[in-house]
């Protein structure tokens, strides 16, 4: 399967590969499912990283078994993506041009590769736009029958809900937890000792700035070396046992919206304010009803799923040759 193939992730059984690991493999037909066939080379393709993971990683004593099995479910996945694209096409779906390339564009946004790029990459795997474009299409139109045809049929009631939170009170449980915004300055871990009183004493200048108004989140921004620094230092809601002991006993003890002093740690000197909290104790059901409502669905769907294409492979034509 082409480079663009693992940028266009968007069905969970998509398989990642490379077609030219297996260019010296004879193609032949292998599968006939419906109009359209499955050949050797895109088999290979789909089951490559699964051996070279079976081979990297496993370590029994029924490798052949193992193998034989994994053959068995990628081989099936196959057939199932081309009888879900069949019944796609069936629903007349339609996916302008403006849609696919929208999602091939904020794709390589996020990943951070320019469009020429792309194209070159998959022009030296024997692409083209066009090839993407198609198959952008095609699991566009899955998706939406997917949709049709499973989740927009799937119901949970509040009284699910309730029964579910009733059943599993211990999940929601919830410890006492406090929300920070963060200034952390580094010690590095070679740092000696004058060093290290230079770090204190800029600390100490960055503390008296948000203690004389500068906004505690530019200062963040400007100055921490923590991860969440491009946030205005926004650590989120932590609970207890989870901070660094110096920083935590500081945090929940200290009150809404003030500033803590200069905190020293191993990592480094703090400077904390605190911007919410909240106590332990059961989590009210408002405040998981969609977190459960999610999970329900999620249950449903793998049981609807497996219903409907059990019935759509009854009525299509299969042959594994």
């Known amino acids: 399967m082409k480079f663009y193939k693992i940028i266009i992730l968007i069905v969970s059984f998509v398989m990642l590969t490379s077609a030219s690991a297996f260019s010296e493999v004879v ?29 990297e990683t496993y370590k029994g004593g029924d490798k052949e078994k193992l193998i034989e099995d994994t053959r068995a479910i990628v081989l099936q996945r196959l057939i199932d993506n081309l009888l879900i694209e069949y019944e796609a096409k069936k629903t007349g779906a339609n996916i302008k041009d403006e849609e696919i390339m929208n999602i091939l564009k904020d794709t390589l946004v996020k990943r951070k590769i320019s469009m020429d790029d792309f194209l070159k990459k998959v022009e030296q795997d024997g692409g083209s736009l066009a090839d993407v474009k198609k198959d952008i299409k095609s699991q566009l139109m899955r998706m939406k029958l997917m949709r049709w045809e499973i989740k927009s049929k799937i119901m949970i009631s509040d009284q699910e809900i309730g029964k579910y939170y009733d059943q599993h009170r211990e999940e929601y449980e919830g410890k006492e ?144 040759r």
């Open 177 to 320: 937890a406090v929300r920070i915004n963060q200034i952390l300055l580094r010690i590095p871990p070679d740092a000696d000792a004058a060093t290290k009183t230079k770090i204190r004493e800029n600390a100490r200048q960055i503390h008296k700035s948000a203690l004389g108004g500068t906004p505690f989140e530019e200062l963040a921004a400007k100055y921490s070396q923590g991860p969440e620094a491009s946030q205005g230092g926004d650590v989120g809601f932590i609970e207890k046992g989870v901070m660094i002991p110096a920083v935590e006993e500081v945090a929940f003890e200290l009150p809404l919206g003030q500033i803590s002093d200069v905190i020293e740690s191993d990592m480094g000197f703090h400077i904390i304010k605190v911007v919410d909290k909240r106590g332990a104790g059961l989590k009210p059901i408002a405040t998981v009803r969609d977190e459960i409502k999610a999970k329900l669905e999620d249950e449903k769907l793998e049981k609807r799923y497996d219903e409907w294409i059990a019935s759509v492979r009854k009525k299509a034509h299969i042959e594994i």
């Open 27 to 55: 193609d032949k037909i292998i599968a006939v499912v419906n109009d359209e066939i499955i050949t050797m080379k895109e088999f290979n393709a789909a089951l490559g990283p699964y051996l070279k993971k079976i081979e």
